[in-house]
């Protein structure tokens, strides 16, 4: 059976690696003052120099069932007998709710979505995986068994530079405390992506360095020291802050590989410029 792996262009898995995989992305679009735009139309770097100037900030909306069904038909008329749409988590988006849709004008056995329960490239492994096994002939049954089993062996989490952004999208309720305490304190919000909820908070570190050290904490309570990653890391236009990242990462786990996964408009839009996320993951055997 000859598989067609779907995914959210939020997994920040890069065109190269796509189109090596056989992926293809569903895209979101940004709601700005002069409309709708696809993600991948939007110039990132412009975009991320100006987003703390927009007012109003610009919000997002997920793909329709139309979208879902336009591309997964397109697909299954170039000769696939199968798609399998491993999808954002459902506590972050209404997308996968679009795709269940619009598979119902398919046949039964043309589609699958697949609830990955998390977001960016935790989904993206997760995705890339799902690939290669198709690859190897595995069933839809196999697959779904084997993303099941990596939901405990991967992990990520991530920092920002600042509360601004979260005050703006409504991620953190703004008020004169928490405001005051956040800019006295030089308090850096820091998340961790969790496969109960997408995306949770894991409350303000003191500066980058205090930050990173709690993030790294994190890193070695909920990783296995026995076991050997790949590391995907992924910045808003913060280079060194990542590479600080991956040489603090590589202190406490064993790293078989590193990538670089430039991160979408839409999670810039969320996580603010100067953002910084990190993933450790089974390799997906490239």
């Known amino acids: 059976m000859k598989v067609k792996v779907f995914t959210d262009v939020t997994t920040f898995i890069p065109e190269e690696l796509a189109k090596e995989y056989d992926i293809d992305f569903i895209e979101l679009s940004v709601l700005m003052e002069d409309g709708a735009h696809k993600e991948k139309s939007i110039d990132r770097v412009e975009f991320i120099n100006k987003m703390k100037d927009m007012d109003p900030y610009p919000t997002t909306s997920q793909a329709n069932p139309h979208d879902f069904l336009e591309s997964f038909q397109k697909v299954l008329s170039e000769g696939y007998d199968h798609v399998f749409y491993v999808g954002l988590s459902k506590n972050l988006s209404q997308s996968q709710n679009s795709a269940n849709i619009a598979i119902k004008k398919l046949k039964k056995e043309q589609a699958t979505v697949y609830d990955s329960e998390i977001m960016a490239?935790?989904?993206?492994?997760?995705?890339?995986?799902?690939?290669?096994?198709?690859?190897?002939?595995?069933?839809?049954?196999?697959?779904?068994?084997?993303?099941?089993?990596?939901?405990?062996?991967?992990?990520?989490?991530?920092?920002?530079?600042?509360?601004?952004?979260?005050?703006?999208?409504?991620?953190v309720k703004k008020g004169?405390?928490?405001?005051?305490?956040?800019?006295?304190?030089?308090?850096?919000?820091?998340?961790?992506?969790?496969?109960?909820?997408?995306?949770?908070s894991l409350g303000g570190g003191k500066g980058f360095k205090g930050a990173i050290k709690k993030i790294m904490e994190n890193i070695q309570e909920k990783t296995d020291p026995e076991t050997e990653y790949i590391l995907v890391l992924s910045d808003v236009i913060s280079p060194d802050l990542m590479k600080t990242m991956e040489e603090e990462i590589k202190k406490i786990r064993r790293i078989k590989e590193v990538h670089y996964w430039p991160i979408t408009v839409i999670a810039a839009h969320t996580l603010g410029k100067g953002a910084v996320t990190a993933v450790l993951g089974p390799s997906w055997e490239i």
Do not use: H, W
């Open 176 to 200: 004169a405390a928490i405001s005051m305490i956040s800019t006295v304190m030089k308090l850096k919000p820091m998340f961790e992506l969790n496969f109960e909820e997408g995306l949770i």
């Open 121 to 171: 490239p935790c989904q993206g492994i997760m995705a890339l995986s799902a690939s290669r096994l198709f690859k190897k002939g595995k069933s839809i049954e196999e697959v779904i068994a084997y993303l099941d089993s990596l939901k405990n062996k991967i992990y990520g989490a991530g920092l920002s530079s600042s509360f601004d952004v979260l005050f703006k999208t409504g991620k």
